[in-house]
């Protein structure tokens, strides 16, 4: 079996992440992604608006609830402190090892690429798993952040990127073309804030989940 994780804080998971696994598993032919909702970013602090941990594990459960090939994975939630990719690569080679076919593949986005030699343990992160990098447009720059919320860069991170793009960076990738959804789950944390259009932005179960929970500043007009 084929297996992907796509890792994020999911605040609140959207229709842009389910459309990427989609896409990796169409065009790259992963027979599983596993979603796996960060505990504590290592790369930003998470927005003062924040869902809590749990609320954004049954996020992620409610929006792919009925595809078989996307499963919810606490491992970082159940395991705690700082959230490194390495740290979850090695965990799930061993949970998934009777059924695991080659290496896992490690999604993310070409905004990311800047950073990545900062990732914990990067140049033997990149031999170990297939890195897969995704379209993704770059987030706003620190000074423009709203701490109530938007997630912020943490001090090690967003300091002297590199320029790499997809077709520059050093690392053995693939690249999936999926599609360029113009989304994030901190726009979408305003636009409920703020009162906005955002119905169609989420699934249906987490559209619910967020209107009877009241995350995000939720209010009903």
Known sequence: MKIAILGGSFNPIHVGHLALADAVCCSLKYDKILFVPTYK????????????????????????????????????????????????????????ESVLEGKIGVIFGEDLLGDFDKWENSSLLAQRADLILAVRPREKTCAEKNPQIENVPSSRYGVNPSDWTRDTFPYPHKCVENPRLELSSS???????????????????????????????????
């Not at 792919?64 to 990719?85: H, K, M, N």
């Not at 179960?205 to 007009?221: D, K, M, Q």
């Open 41 to 96: 970013p290592p790369h930003k602090t998470l927005a003062l608006s924040s869902a809590s941990s749990d609320d954004r594990f049954l996020m992620v459960q409610e929006a792919i609830r009925g595809d078989e090939r996307f499963v919810a994975e606490p491992c970082e939630l159940e395991r705690g402190g700082v959230s490194y990719t390495w740290d979850t690569v090695c965990f799930l080679e061993k949970k998934y």
């Open 187 to 221: 726009e979408i944390r305003r636009l409920i804030a703020c009162g906005g259009a955002w119905r169609y932005l989420v699934s249906e179960g987490v559209f619910h989940y967020i209107e009877n929970g009241h995350l995000y500043g939720y209010r009903t007009n």
